[in-house]
């Protein structure tokens, strides 16, 4: 990091630059054991990596760039060692992919569940941040990636229970070790491109309705447009992909909204990670859904249970 | 907060801006219920009040003010609604008192021990920051308040079982709601007083043990001019009153080290906190506690139990 971190952990607490012409984000998330991760599906490594992944996504969801993290963690009195050292593998192992100085934190241990909460610093230059309530009517809608991939690798890992060599699924890579779109998310506010920006943490329908919410505006989805997580398994209806796409959380794209006179530049692609318009943004606060074969149907906010479903 | 804060909780992330010429200053902080606060003991206002008084603490440490907060809070699901307006009102009454904006966190349930994590950001211009690795030989060690109070008041607490009315005592008060130290923590960066600064969460033995690790120093430390506690109950020895101010947590009291030549601005009182000169560091590594009838004795580090004395 250079120059940047004056002090790093160690002191009473840690002292850190924010460039000239700034301004600071600041994120928190609580992961916990039983909600966010469950014991023996889950790898330390894995616990880690979603820990922060979830954080550098706030991050990603302002157009900013991450710069430091601290990490919090509450620590089963049972946890081995082995486990410890896992989990700040994939602290470590995220945070130098994304340029991220891990410079502080605090550790307890307990009796109960384990915890952990990731509080991450990040910079944007001044008045760039994009907000989730810019969207205007007539605007596209955009979102990165492919949505229900998450969630159909947790459904893979479970009927596996944890078995190795099923990594090599793409799902449950993507289940396991989400990347945050935080160069995307940069790319768009630079670019002044994005109206609305917010990322995909409990689902397309669920957080498209907060976009829509904070910017009081509803949206035409068209279904056939939204990327599904293409699984090729027989009896997987189409419809079940759909809801996935809707439904599943954890997908961790970004999900944006453009001017009609600024959608061609959208690219196909940014980065090798596929980019889709997938609907309009209208004046009227209905949220609708238009079905593969022409329907239109409310857009029900399927929220996202996480182990539960 | 004026200008200083363009978005709060609501989007991905808050957004706030640092001042110029300043450093960010940041620290986490853990409380765990069976760790740090007991259910039946610790009212929930005092639960919130020092869950963030220990993080702003660690701003004080550096000499620095503190701006925003983010309360990450992990709920037992059969705390009661009364019990989480009770804390959020303890948070906010701290913030308000301390010039504090909570701007974000995260909020989760889960069956099992509570446990919140309190991040502040505090800011500090640039090279100001006063750290635990600066004393030299020679310097003079100054404390403030009166040390062991929150131990004593913890005792006393337990003694009548969290009974209504005990908050009447000063000792009662100092552990429930302790007063973490910001602007003497700045009066002593800006004006350039201290050479090292600290603050006693763990007790005096431990915290001033650390400082000196830090500086690569020893210590003289003078028993006779400890602040303590002051307990004016009968069978309460000295013995056991020194104890206590060695070896009692969480008085948040600071300890500083200050070159010879300046000593002399170091006042008697400090906003109607007393500051006493306590000793003096040395160049040989070796902790000592000169005891009232003059006497050498090696410092032990007695560290803090937290709940197990």
Redesign the interface.
Known sequence: MGGRV??GI?????????A?GH????????S?E??HFLQGLHPARSVGHRALARALS??A??G?KAR?A?I?L?LSRTAPRRWVEGFYEGVRMLARQTGVAI???????????M?V?V????E?P?GA?V???GALPGDHVFVSGRLGLSAWGLRLLKKSSGATGTAASPAIHAHLFPQPRLELGQFLGAKRLATS???LSDGLSTDLARLCT?SGVGVRLLAANIPGPEITVRGVSRARQLDLSLNGGEDYELLFTVRPAKAHQIPGRFKGIPLRHIGEIRGSKRLELILPDGKTRPLTVGGYDHFRK
Do not use: C, H, Q, Y
Not at 10 to 18: F, M, W, Y
């Open positions: 004056p002090l160690g002191d009473d607490a840690a002292l850190v630059r924010v000239k301004e600071l984000i600041l994120t928190a998330d609580l916990i039983g909600v706030d991050v969801a302002m900013g430091f601290l919090s509450a410079i502080g934190g605090d550790t307890a241990r307990l009796r109960g569940k915890m909460d509080v991450v610093a990040g944007v001044n941040a907000l989730r309530s920006l917010i990322d904070s």
